[in-house]
């Protein structure tokens, strides 16, 4: 079976506030992260862990279940995303939120969601199997200025480059339906990408097929409600758009003298992490206290 190795797992569990009473894990994944936040709680406390994937969640559910003697009434697990943070939460306030924003190893593992260059597949990549939108409908419906501009913000690609991809695109769909993973990586291929240029542009699509940069805005936005006083929030990225949104957003918190920054500088995973799971490497931890 495959399980997602948890990142950054000590300094998650390090932030987490004395004696917390409501924690979310809001990436909950295989729940490597919950399972060790759980042993923090506070005895009348709860986690809730979200998971925008249905698939996941089902996993995360017998992966808990074989992993701890009872199933706790103090664990909630719940299909959604963190974008809907406040409306999970209700009235309630967070002492403690973890977002760690990622694909699962699974994701990649499991070759039949279109996630991966090296498996051909269906071009899905929904993280949410009743999502409308999925990679085809980005590939097939999407204009030229559209495709070359998610190419250009989320892969880094020059405007000259990113439109020679978005035209290359648009002349095959005019000949026929580009349906799989190995169809979109065959017209790169002919643009002269290579396997990890070919695996930066499946990126791209990933990220906007789940509305990835979206829904931590949306979620940015919410943290002032959500969070107790003194709650913390601590947010994983892997993608420097995301770190940067993160960063900035936290500022401005700050600025309003009602949070404080608990990470100066980015934390991010010790060589002896890395060489366990590559999946660390480019991780940054940055935390936010309500103060
Ligand atoms: C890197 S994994 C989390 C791994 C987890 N921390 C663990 O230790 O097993 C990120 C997870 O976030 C989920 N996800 C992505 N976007 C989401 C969203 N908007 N709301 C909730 N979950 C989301 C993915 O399906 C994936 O399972």
């Not at 490597?32 to 996993?59: Q, T, W, Y």
Request: contains cysteine.
């Amino acid at each position: 079976m495959i399980i997602h190795k948890p990142v950054l797992l000590k300094e998650v569990l390090d932030f987490i506030p004395n004696s917390p009473k409501l924690i979310i894990d809001g990436t909950l994944g295989h729940g490597g992260h919950s399972l060790e936040m759980l042993k923090k709680l506070n005895p009348d406390g709860a986690l809730i862990g979200l998971d925008i994937d249905g698939k996941i969640l089902e996993k995360a559910q017998k992966i808990i279940a074989a992993s701890l003697d009872t199933s706790p009434s103090t664990l909630h697990l719940v299909h959604d995303s963190y974008a809907n943070i406040t409306k999970i939460l209700s009235w309630k306030k967070a002492d403690y939120i973890l977002l760690d924003i990622w694909v699962n190893l699974e994701h990649f593992k499991d070759g039949s969601r279109g996630f991966s260059i090296k498996k051909n597949a269906d071009l899905d990549m929904r993280f949410d199997q009743n999502a409308k939108q999925s990679a085809y409908n980005i590939i097939a419906d999407y204009r030229l200025p559209e495709l070359a501009n998610i190419f250009m913000t989320y892969g880094d690609f020059t405007e000259k480059k990113a439109k020679e991809l978005a035209e290359a695109i648009i002349r095959e769909r005019n000949k026929h339906l580009i349906k799989t993973t190995y169809d979109l990586k065959k017209i790169l291929n002919e643009c002269w990408l290579g396997d990890k240029a070919c695996a930066v542009i499946f990126q791209c699509v990933r990220i906007e097929t789940n509305q990835e940069i979206q829904n931590l805005k949306v979620f940015l936005g919410q943290l002032p409600e959500a969070l107790s006083q003194g709650g913390r929030c601590a947010i994983i990225s892997y993608h420097s758009i995301e770190d940067r949104l993160v960063k900035t957003y936290f500022k401005q918190l700050e600025e309003t003298k009602e949070f404080h920054i608990l990470t100066p500088k980015t934390v991010q995973p010790h060589y002896t992490e890395i060489e366990k799971n590559k999946a660390a490497r480019s991780a940054k931890l940055r935390v936010i206290e309500r103060t």
